[in-house]
Nanobody, 123 residues
Framework: QVQLVESGGGLVQAGGSLRLSCAAS????????MGWFRQAPGKEREFVAA????????YYADSVKGRRSISRDNAKNTVYLQMNSLKPEDTAVYYC????????????????WGQGTQVTVSS
């Protein structure tokens, strides 16, 4: 079955950087767009970034544009999220997901989800 495992989260000071990884297994995902979402306590899950299967096209939420870079290595079935200039408001659980159909910025457009990795940014 499809499994997504995120890693790379942790505690970092404001202004720091983290690189999240999402390892997918169960089948080949090179034709699937992949996305990253985040959910802070008491808030809804929100879109962060997405990337097409080829990796040629990327999409970002306005709130993180310029501070995030999504990439993928289809040979490794892995998607990455480079996060720079982190702020305390970036604290959340970050999830990766496999896109199904629909707008890539909507969580309902995704079929499979990982368990999430916690990112905590201290001020």
């Amino acid at each position: 079955q499809v499994q997504l495992v995120e890693s790379g989260g942790g505690l970092v000071q404001a202004g720091g950087s983290l690189r999240l990884s999402c390892a997918a297994s169960g089948r080949t995902f090179s034709l699937d767009a992949m996305g990253w979402f985040r959910q802070a306590p008491g808030k809804e899950r929100e879109f962060v970034a997405a990337i097409t299967g080829s990796g040629y096209n990327t999409y970002y939420a306005d709130s993180v544009k310029g501070r995030r870079s999504i990439s993928r290595d289809n040979a490794k079935n892995t998607v990455y999220l480079q996060m720079n200039s982190l702020k305390p408001e970036d604290t959340a659980v970050y999830y990766c997901a496999v896109h199904g159909t629909g707008d890539v910025s909507y969580s309902t457009s995704y079929n499979y989800w990982g368990q999430g990795t916690q990112v905590t940014v201290s001020s």
